[in-house]
């Protein structure tokens, strides 16, 4: 649920700690908040997701609002249990060639050492990390079998759909689907690319911008390039892709707006400075004209089948949940404990 997207920062308050829940069920020193079938989710479970939920300072948060979000936590891992019974009930199974990858992709954007402090520092191990993944993945496996593929989008829907949010496809203005290239003069702590590259100074940047043009010339791709080059952190990541821009923005850094007009889509420009000193190169992936656009159009066909799509999962996938829950025996001793309290966290004892 976060990438671009960034959860809220929040951090550990002092005068929080819960020792013990009335109602809660102990076994050894471990505090059980629930029960899913028999299988235990300790109370250090739901502290450990929200650590890494929600790292940093807290100090303007309540002891109310903590445990409200910790409840809600302990209901997202009751969820998941839930999930992966049904998952291993149904053989579904995740190869370490599936782990393989996911660890790949998490670890792209550092280096080795980075990788381990950032583990280090969410409470990680190596192993804790894979245990995790092949959980996630085990869930995201029978989700896409039981949810995903289950989703149909029929032409009239995407067709009724359009009639009723025509207004939606209106463009009022001109606008470029960019992808860029970016060094930047000063150095970027939040510059992630895959080849942990930051120019510092002048010098130093129009020296990486002309490699990199040498490299288009030669053949490579932008994307990639991209990926491994560019120091803009919103969009190293995805090839340089910055979506669609409107006239208006492009126009507002003048270099830029000469650039771009100068290319056609599908090819590249060459090096632009920007007002501010900093290097760009641009591909111009798309333009769409202003007016209305119509229905026959794939980019509009598809925005209605992925906006249909996602509304149909989110329903299908809580009726899922509901159903599994209906026929488990889950118990969760932490609301009950709360209900007890009054919903004071001082009194929770």
């Known amino acids: 649920m976060e990438s671009a997207r960034a959860a809220a920062r929040l951090a550990p308050l002092a005068l929080f700690v819960v020792m013990s829940f009335g109602g809660c069920r102990h076994a050894g020193n471990r505090q059980v908040w629930a029960e899913v079938n028999g299988h ?24 109310e609002q903590i445990l409200n979000l910790k409840l809600n936590l302990l209901n997202d891992l009751i969820d998941d249990q839930l999930l992966a019974e049904r998952a291993t009930r149904e053989g579904i199974t995740v190869t370490e060639a599936d782990i393989d990858r996911q660890v790949a992709t998490l670890s792209s954007p550092y280096t080795p050492e980075q990788f381990q402090k950032k583990l280090s520092d969410e409470g990680l191990t190596s192993t804790t990390l894979r245990d995790q993944l092949r959980h996630s993945l ?19 829907a995407i067709e009724a759909y359009y009639r009723q949010h025509q207004v939606q496809f209106d463009v009022p203005e001109t606008r470029y689907h960019l992808a860029q290239i970016l060094v930047t003069v000063a150095r970027d702590p939040a510059s992630h690319n895959l080849k942990h590259s930051d120019a510092v100074g002048r010098r130093d940047a129009q020296r990486k911008v002309l490699q990199i043009e040498r490299d288009l010339k030669s053949g490579q791709d932008f994307g990639k390039l991209a990926e491994e080059y560019s120091e803009d952190p919103a969009t190293s990541s995805g090839g340089g892709d910055m979506g669609f821009l409107p006239a208006s923005s492009v126009a507002a850094d003048p270099p830029l707006r000469t650039a771009v007009n100068a290319i056609r889509v599908g090819q590249v420009s060459g090096v632009v400075r920007d007002q501010k000193g900093d290097y760009h190169i641009l591909k111009l992936l798309g333009r769409e004209e202003a007016g209305q656009r119509p229905i026959s159009d794939p980019g509009v066909r598809k925005t209605i089948l992925d906006t249909l799509t996602s509304e149909r999962e989110q329903v299908l996938k809580a009726a899922y949940l509901e159903d599994l829950r209906n026929r488990a025996k889950v118990k969760d001793n932490l609301a009950g404990s709360i209900v007890k309290a009054g919903g004071d966290p001082a009194l929770l004892k």
């Open 40 to 63: 235990p989710i300790y109370q250090d479970d739901v502290e450990s997701a929200y650590k890494r939920r929600f790292p940093g300072s807290q100090e303007a948060i309540s002891a």
């Open 138 to 156: 085990l869930i995201d496996k029978l989700m896409d079998r039981d949810v995903g593929k289950q989703v149909k989008i029929t032409p009239s």
